[in-house]
């Protein structure tokens, strides 16, 4: 997308005008372009005045700053700023030390979708580094004796781990935007591999839990010290395989995790016993990133841009423009209304998602239809006459699909980065589930990607899904990602977070208190999650006053301890403080993470 050449053409007319405008050159994905209407236009060209800028007079928002999940991946991002490296560089080195400290949550085996603006042209680019089932893939894949399997044993299993994305959409990236060699991106990781880091409390936490993928032989071996004892907080973890892998990347490129010893050994670990995977060198080798046109809408005074499908972003854009039709919303977080309204509202975003959103090589995804204007503000005028679990709406140019209830879980990581000329990255990267399928190849645990699917490839009456698994397509995935502007192009924010199915959720809670509620960064992800999905409501149930409690089951709203992912979100906005303009920075207090200038 780029705002400044559309600017120089529309400058005068409203923000709504202008962001319609903008649609044709934001909008370039499968199922999701196409004219715009003049009727629409024309409506918003008699709208109201132009809104202000909400950084009038602001210098250009510009770096260094580094948000991410462990203090360690922050220092390298940071490290790479210090040295003239681009905000993209900083990701790759942030990805490669997290992949080592933080291997339960993303890693060089999983995939990612990256937003990138550039602050000289004003473009934002989506990059898809969503992993990809194996040719063999057909959809009962996770069928055994006419059945699907039970989830845990489908996870453990080689069919659900899919062609790694990240490295090399990583690559591409940098490729377009980094300034600095990419050989010298992997140093941080490289040492800290060899040498050894401090395993944090977070991670301990997860080697001691009850997630299978932590007990199987490969992790079992890694997280067992010479003197037989599993790591714990504090002590310190080698890891040669990991330090060679980075040390092969940096030498040969991405091409090194796609070929080779270490595309044999991925290959090796899928198809071991038990239940085998059909990925092979050959679906390694074809695997290809995607750069797509990145998916914005107009929210408030700002344009919020996400990553297209198959990614769910289109969802927290269509919660984002209900939220604009429902004033409740505008009581604060300590209003009870306010969060009933928000509860109600998600529950209409799953359901559409649910049914709609899919790989759109594969599904015809109605992104126009799902964010057209008429149909938000009548799934809007819905929520205050929710009494349960909300169904799919039928938005133009949808074509009726089974509602999937694919399980997501935790297993995610998201980072915010920009550097010195103002570009900016927001990448939230996964290997799906808690250290994935559990299997590893060449020091790093493999994803689990491919349970995103959905086991079954029909509903009961034969409806088919949009998610179902077939041959090379990418699973629906919950990571979305966001860049902030203003109506001029300028970058204003960014912002993400992990947690399964409820990122959207997470996503749009923070997006809410900092814009529309105008917290602070981090008081807006400090805010209780509240997650409304199908007919109940999962919370950070001790973090709400029991007032608010009350006041939200008064209204038929009881809430109940999360049972999902917890949120980690990382994100910041430009704003003017007490020492002038400057990253207003937030890390969520229920990870390890930091966010820092310096």
Same mark, same amino acid.
């Given at each position: 997308m780029r705002l400044s050449r559309l600017r120089r053409l529309v400058l005068s007319q409203p923000l709504a005008a202008l962001l319609l405008l903008s649609l044709a050159a934001c909008q370039g994905l499968a199922g999701g372009g196409g004219p715009i209407d003049a009727g629409a236009t024309a409506a918003a060209e008699a709208a109201s005045p132009p809104i202000v800028s909400p950084v009038e007079g602001a210098p250009q928002a510009v770096g260094p700053f580094v948000a991410a999940a462990n203090p360690l991946a922050v220092e390298a991002g940071l490290g790479v700023l210090r040295r003239g490296g681009s905000a993209v560089d900083a990701a790759v080195a942030v990805q490669a030390v997290l992949g080592l400290v933080e291997p339960q949550s993303s890693g060089l085996g999983g995939g990612a979708f990256m937003m990138v603006y550039d602050g000289t042209t004003q473009e934002v680019t989506a990059y898809d580094g969503r992993e990809i089932a194996p040719a063999s893939a057909t959809p009962e894949l996770f069928y055994e004796g006419g059945r699907p399997l039970p989830f845990v044993q489908a996870v453990l299993s080689g069919r659900s781990t899919g062609v790694p994305g990240a490295v090399a959409m990583l690559a591409m990236a940098q490729k377009d935007?980094?300034?600095?060699?990419? #050989?010298?991106? =992997?140093?941080?990781?490289?040492?800290? /591999? +060899?040498?050894? =880091?401090?395993? #944090?409390?977070?991670?301990?936490?997860?080697?001691?839990?009850?997630?299978?993928?932590?007990?199987?032989?490969a992790a079992e071996a890694y997280f067992s010290l010479p003197d037989g004892r599993r790591a714990v907080a504090g002590d310190v973890l080698t890891n040669p395989a990991y330090a060679a892998t980075v040390r092969a990347l940096a030498g040969e490129g991405a091409q090194a995790l796609y070929s080779g010893e270490i595309g044999q050994a991925i290959v090796a670990a899928v198809q071991a016993e038990p239940r085998p995977g059909g990925l092979t060198e050959a679906d390694l080798a074809a695997y290809r990133p995607i750069e797509r046109g990145a998916l914005c809408r107009p929210f408030r005074v700002y344009v919020v841009c996400v990553p297209p499908p198959p990614s769910s972003g289109v969802a927290l854009l269509q919660l984002l423009e209900m939220a604009e039709a429902t004033p409740s919303l505008a009581g604060g977080p300590q209003d009870a209304q306010a969060w009933v309204a928000f509860a109600q509202l998600q529950r209409l975003m799953y359901a559409d998602r649910d049914r709609y959103v899919g790989d759109p090589a594969f599904v015809g995804v109605p992104v126009q239809g799902l964010l057209d204007e008429d149909y938000v503000a009548q799934r809007a005028a819905l929520a205050p006459g929710l009494t349960g679990a909300a169904t799919a709406g039928t938005p133009p140019g949808g074509v009726f699909m089974a509602p999937d209830r694919t399980a997501e879980p935790a297993g995610t990581s998201h980072m915010v980065i920009v550097d010195a000329k103002g570009n900016a990255v927001s990448m939230t990267t996964t290997v799906e589930s808690i250290f994935g399928s559990g299997r590893m190849a060449g020091g790093f645990f493999l994803n689990n990607q491919l349970t995103d699917f959905s086991f079954s490839p029909t509903a009961? &009456?034969?409806?088919?899904?949009?998610?179902?698994?077939?041959?090379?397509?990418?699973?629906? #995935?919950?990571?979305?990602?966001?860049?902030?502007? &203003?109506?001029?192009? +300028?970058?204003?924010?960014?912002?993400? #977070?992990? %947690?399964?199915?409820?990122?959207? /959720?997470?996503n749009a809670k923070a997006?809410?208190?900092?814009?529309?509620?105008?917290?602070?960064?981090?008081?807006?992800?400090d805010l209780p999650n509240l997650v409304a999905k199908g007919p109940g409501f999962?919370?950070?149930?001790?973090? =709400?006053?029991?007032?608010?409690? &009350? %006041?939200?089951? /008064?209204?038929?709203?009881?809430?109940?301890?999360?049972?999902?992912?917890?949120?980690?979100?990382?994100?910041?906005?430009?704003? +003017?403080? /007490?020492?002038?303009? %400057?990253?207003?920075? %937030?890390?969520d207090p229920r990870r390890e993470g930091q966010a820092r200038t310096h």
């Open positions: 935007h980094g300034t600095l060699p990419w #050989s010298a991106l =992997f140093d941080d990781a490289e040492r800290l /591999a +060899r040498e050894g =880091f401090v395993v #944090s409390p977070r991670l301990a936490g997860m080697i001691a839990g009850a997630a299978p993928q932590g007990r199987t032989p009961a &009456d034969g409806t088919p899904m949009a998610n179902a698994v077939a041959a090379r397509k990418r699973p629906r #995935s919950s990571m979305s990602p966001v860049i902030v502007l &203003d109506h001029q192009g +300028r970058l204003v924010g960014a912002l993400g #977070s992990p %947690g399964g199915s409820s990122i959207l /959720a997470y997006l809410i208190g900092a814009l529309v509620w105008d917290l602070p960064m981090q008081a807006a992800i999962g919370a950070d149930t001790e973090m =709400f006053s029991q007032a608010l409690r &009350d %006041g939200m089951a /008064a209204r038929g709203i009881t809430i109940q301890p999360n049972t999902t992912e917890n949120s980690g979100l990382h994100g910041a906005l430009w704003r +003017r403080g /007490a020492n002038g303009w %400057g990253w207003d920075g %937030g890390a």
